[in-house]
């Protein structure tokens, strides 16, 4: 089993940055990628930036690209989004969860998930 943490959401001003960490215990050997969702209020939740466990590949939605960049801290076990340029429209609890398959981006591809942190933009 794979346990996975998330932490750093909070409230910030549009136009402002947060950085999430989502730190990763237990049987890691068997992610293949890691990758962050979110999901606003009365909305599906949807893909935001995966990642491959060594840090080489990512990928991201097109909503996020150019303000968000996922990475991954190979000595922690930890992955991490940065969040800049923030707009209201980025209000969403956030997940982070882990597959077993290659530049996985669908839900049903990921078999584990953190609670999630609460990310807040205000305008």
């Known amino acids: 089993q794979v346990q996975l943490v998330e932490s750093g959401g909070g409230l910030v001003q549009a136009g402002g940055s947060l950085r999430l960490s989502c730190a990763a215990s237990?049987?890691?050997?068997?992610?293949?990628?890691m990758g962050w969702f979110r999901q606003a209020p009365g909305k599906e939740r949807e893909f935001v930036a995966g990642i491959s466990w060594s840090g080489g590949s990512t990928n991201y939605a097109d909503s996020v690209k150019g303000r968000f960049t996922i990475s991954k801290d190979n000595s922690k076990d930890t992955v991490y989004l940065q969040m800049n340029s923030l707009k209201p429209e980025d209000t969403a609890v956030y997940y982070c969860a882990c597959s077993p398959f290659p530049r996985a981006r669908q839900q049903s591809d990921f078999s584990t998930w953190g609670p999630g942190t609460q990310v807040t933009v205000s305008s």
């Open positions: 237990g049987r890691t050997f068997s992610i293949y990628t």
